[in-house]
């Protein structure tokens, strides 16, 4: 079993930035696929980020390219999501999710395990 326990959020304004952090016990990330996801008040969980196990390849969602940077600590055996450029639609609850395989997806159904969510809030 995992357990994955994210950290990092809070409230910043707009174009400020964060970062967010899934720490795992339980077993090791090395080869498991590593998901970002968020749901916002009144809408459906949606993809932000994902990376493989071996860390060769990243998914971004359109809305977050080229301001959001997902990565992977082997030793620390964590996952991050540096976010900048923050807009106040990036308020969400994030979640990590992980699969028990090395791929990334984009889809949420196909991760195994989840985190309890932090809550980002970009204030105008």
């Known amino acids: 079993q995992v357990q994955l326990v994210e950290s990092g959020g809070g409230l910043v304004q707009a174009g400020g930035s964060l970062r967010l952090s899934c720490a795992a016990s339980?077993?090791?990330?090395?080869?498991?696929?590593m998901g970002w996801f968020r749901q916002a008040p009144g809408k459906e969980r949606e993809f932000v980020a994902g990376?493989?196990?071996?860390?060769?390849?990243?998914l971004y969602a359109d809305s977050v390219k080229g301001r959001f940077t997902i990565a992977r600590d082997y030793a620390k055996n964590t996952v991050s999501l540096q976010m900048d450029s923050l807009h106040p639609e990036d308020t969400a609850v994030y979640y990590c999710?992980?699969?028990?395989?090395?791929?990334?997806?984009?889809?949420?159904?196909?991760?195994?395990?989840w985190g309890q969510g932090t809550q980002v809030t970009v204030s105008s």
């Open positions: 999710a992980a699969r028990r395989w090395p791929f990334a997806t984009t889809q949420s159904h196909t991760y195994d395990y």
């Open positions: 339980g077993r090791t990330l090395n080869n498991c696929g």
């Open positions: 990376i493989s196990g071996s860390g060769g390849y990243a």
